[in-house]
């Protein structure tokens, strides 16, 4: 099987050249790096699947972290925290000439793609965050994983195997013997086990306010694997988010319901929105957001906050402030002048 899209390569700020791969055209989504190697995951067909479904609607850009697959192996192992991470996404957007893009933070890039976001709002139209948390040890302190990682330095072939089949519920066929391979394949030992060690410390929290993009929090995630509140958390903290709790008990994207997970991340990316269009789209309201008019759609329709609260998978809180922020754009006083403003623009 062909591995992809030819390999280019970018330089950090501090030397370490990163292997990248741009394919697709449309508004540009960075899928950023976790334990993997490029080569190795276009081998795998459901990968190799939804990287080209992406690339249909979007022009996708791919890359290894410093350390891993086509990038860079010797690099330096009290050096691998979110900074490292940062420069290297630094250099692929310049290397790939990319103003302003998406960014998709997938388990171990959460955080860095959180910072960005904060730290370069310019720069970044809307962020999806999967299966990662702004303190990394929140995703990597759960028992089952633990354990798992307690393989990186003793045993790296079973540590391989475990990720793939146990963790993430690849089966025992050619896809699951494919995604151990990636991993196996991804680093050697000793760069994996200062790769984690540098996880465990990460913690981007008091950036969050900073975010202004708008975010998709998606959670899916088996027993014992991260808690749902690490993802509640995560989209109550960021001023513009929404929180989608999937269906299913495999922590992973685009496996479980992979047609309908490329929709939802696809539809978010592309409109802003989580659900269906509207059959009778109507105008936002200059200075309400995507989230403050579908919380003015349901206290229209007569919902209480904690209901609101519900639907949307968020605390009530969050819906508190969403409501009173709307209510200060529109001039209304309560949920009565916000019902009958929604009622006059056609807002239902």
Known sequence: MEPGPELRY??????????????????????????????????????RATYERLA?????????????????????????????HLRDLHAVLDAAALDRAALLGYYHSAPTALAFAARHPDRVRRLVVFGGAPRLRDALGPAQTQALLS????????FAESAAHAWLGWSA?????????????????????????AAA????????PEVLAPTLVLHRQGEGQIPVEVSR???????????????????????????SDLDLVSRFLLT?????????????????????????????AGDSNAEIARGLGIAVHTVERHTANLYRKIGARGRADAT????????V
Request: hydrophobic share 45%.
């Open 56 to 84: 249909r609607a979007h022009t996708l850009v791919l890359y290894d972290s410093r350390g891993m697959g086509s990038s860079d192996r010797r690099v330096a192992l009290d050096d691998l925290g979110v900074d490292a």
């Open 340 to 347: 009958a403003y929604a009622l006059r623009r056609g807002i």
């Open 272 to 300: 802003g929105r989580t659900g269906p269009a509207p059959a009778d789209p109507v105008a936002r309201p200059d200075g309400v957001s995507e989230r403050e008019l579908e919380v003015l759609r349901r206290v229209a």
């Open 10 to 47: 970018a330089r950090t700020a501090d030397g370490v050249t990163v292997a990248y791969q741009v394919l697709g055209s449309g508004p540009p989504l960075v899928w950023l790096p976790s334990l993997g190697n490029l080569v190795a995951q276009w081998r795998v067909p459901v990968l």
């Open 173 to 197: 066929g050619e896809n699951g013997r494919l995604v151990a391979e990636v991993f196996r394949t991804a680093a050697t030992p000793a760069v994996a086990a200062a790769w984690f060690a």
């Open 233 to 259: 958390r995560l989209a109550d903290a960021l001023p513009d988010a929404t929180l989608r709790v999937l269906p299913g008990t495999t922590p992973t994207l685009f496996l479980h319901d992979g047609g």
């Open 201 to 208: 410390a990460i913690d981007v929290t008091d950036l969050l």
């Open 151 to 158: 393989l990186v330095e003793q045993d790296w072939d079973l």
